[in-house]
């Protein structure tokens, strides 16, 4: 039987939230773990408009879904457009990528379904991105990867690599040419898009590290995952966690089920004294303060992220991961590379970062963050 989230609860987790004063200007709120779409369209719009009800009429609420993409249709689209809702579709490029680990119960792969409801969201002219998890295969096949988004439509691209997450440890992180591995595929495919202006508009792991590397030194720059309550997860029962999202529905012998309380039984700021919130506060703040210290690429990361910390490493309480090395220190050696060269001689990926950086009107006064 599928557990589905309460009108019920989900009014007391707004309710609770909008009362906390923790709310800035914005409120995201992200639909996902598990497939949001195995819920009819009714029961997000019922959804949708108590949030509205609730909320404090100068905030703004944005909503955002990440799917696989096998249930879209004429309906969804039309929900999509009409609430304005950020739609990530999960697929991993061409099907022979794709097929390898998305599979249905039965074992057959589900790139025929997941390209379907990409197609549909072009026909419908609804905004999308997508993500896509690398393996070492795709990762060694950037021009596949890359012809495969433009002939399909596909121009905002965000890259994950599989990884160590609870007791789940990732295979591809055990390969010891990982790190080159997706530098090399990272800076390949910038250049591709480089050489095919407009074709690919938005690749998440540029934008990011530039954003990081380019920005003012007085700019202010916060790790909402080492922040308690920066961000907030509630699983269909009403189960409140914090940090890393991944973190809820995860069990630990230090911390339990990382679980703060629950907003069917207990008051959101209530759970500011929670013990099991002082354990892992304590402990990562240990490894916040310990990358602070020995890692020159804290100042565009902050401190990583607890749950592959302790995926990796045992505990918050420490620094380094092949997670941090892949999506932090990596692409951001990528971008100041390219920056050398693009000061240096252009050509290559220096051309890639100098039009990328006139793009975000930056390229002047670039000042490295360390
Ligand atoms: S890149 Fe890794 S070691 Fe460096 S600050 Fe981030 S999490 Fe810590």
Redo the contacts with the bound molecule.
Sequence with gaps: MKAVVSSHTLGNLFSQVFASGWVPDVLPVVWHAGEPLVLPVAFYRDAFRMIDRLKPAELTITHAFQTNGTLINDEWCAFFAEEQVDVGVSIDGPRQFHDQHRLTRAGQGTFERTIAGVRQLRRQDVPFHVISVLTPASMAAPAEMFDFYVDEGIDAVCFNVEESEGGHVSGSFADAGIEAAYYRFLSEFWQLSVRRPGAIKFIREIEYAIEQVIRPQDAPFSNQLVEPFAVLSMDWAGNISTFSPELLGLKNDRYGDYLLGNVNTGILTDFLDSPNLARMLRDIEV??R???G?????SV?????PVN?LAENGTFAS???TY??LT??RPTDLVLDAIERAQQRGGGAGEAARAQLARVGAYEGLGRRW
């Design positions: 490894g916040v310990e990358c602070r020995s890692c020159q690429y804290f990361c902050g401190g990583g992220e910390k620094t380094e991961t941090c090395r932090k220190m």
